[in-house]
């Protein structure tokens, strides 16, 4: 980065220090992986210069010959990786793809089944606070009590009693599979359009890992990054009947002209997860997040619905006798990021919630393996009944560094 270096030095040496930092620290928060170089490189291209609004062959700019390949190329491999009849691969990010479906598919005031947030939904999936809850009629099935899983039957008795127009399946913070099918027919029996949001679990669907929405489902939603292992974007994909209604949604209803170079990072991240390999490292998100469940109950701390199917968890910090925030604050000290996170009926405020969120997509990609992640749940073990001793976080800190280490990031 030459050029930078001699422009914008400041800026340079800020995103030399983020790179130690990834370098050197353990990611695991769920929502966070490492792109490839390849990916990298499409990103910072010439693409970033160019203006397409509108779609494939038909633009509001001209010279758009070869951006019309970039986005050609996205749309054919997301197909080919998903198996889905339509894709439109310009949405921005993960909430305005949602608002472009709901944009599309739905009037003001129009009710919706959503999984309630801090059961594990996602803030676009009808809270209050969110545009999805300000402008349509949002309601909430839940996750049980004392099993910390969504009981499909309970599911279908508000689905009969509400009456949705849409029914919406996904979450950012549940780590148990979805019943795709099952959704689908409560969906046909209350006459409700079906929407999933796989932003989360899009990865280990295109590894093969865990079973797709796609063959059941109206229209499906995900984020390129996350388990994806792509750029910071999205994508939407749907059923044939849906696709003008869908690409209308997002333009000219959502947005302006897509970001082209971010297009073809992900047109490079769906060539990368159509190969081989990218299916064992979906299965080995899922072995590295069921080893560091396991070893964390071992330990005694209480994972919300008693482990994983995917490659996160929600672990209930107050069974260790701290809050969220505190477990999150100290494992950062030492170089582990991670997410506080509300469980299923927290008692705590928001920001200083119960529990911590983590995931084992970012180290299962530099490497990590089963018996790394163990390690890595007693390191977090020791850290949070250290009690804040300054000496045990150090030494906490050796053993993070010596780990990254033997898995470099960007050998």
Sequence with gaps: MSSLLNTDPTIFKLIEKEAERQEFGIELIASENYTSKAV???MGSVLTNKYSEGYVGKRYYGGNEVIDEVEQLAIDRCKELFGCEHVNVQPLSGSPANAAVYLALLQPGDKVLGLKLDHGGHLSHGHPVNFSGILYNFVQYEVEKESGRIDMEKVREVALREKPKMILAGFSAYSRNLDWKRFKEIADEVGAITM??????????AGKAIDSPVPYFDVVTTTTHKTLRGPR?????????????????LFPGMQGGPHDHINAAKATAFLEALRPDFQVYAKNVIKNAQAMAGELMRLGYKI??????????VVDMTSK????????VVLEKIGISTSRS?????????????GVRLGTAAITTRGFDEADSVQVASIIDRAVVSKGDETVLAALREEITALCRKHPLYA
């Design 40 to 42: 990298m490189e499409a």
């Design 304 to 313: 919300i619905s008693g482990g994983t199917d995917n490659h996160l968890m």
């Design 342 to 354: 509300t469980i299923p009926f927290d008692t705590r405020k928001p920001m200083d919630p119960s």
């Design 196 to 205: 999933a949001d796989i932003s989360h679990v899009a990865g280990l669907i």
């Design 233 to 249: 974007g999205a994508v939407i994909m749907c059923k044939a009947p849906f696709a003008k209604a869908i690409d209308r949604g």
């Design 321 to 328: 006798g701290v809050s969220g925030k505190e477990a999150e």
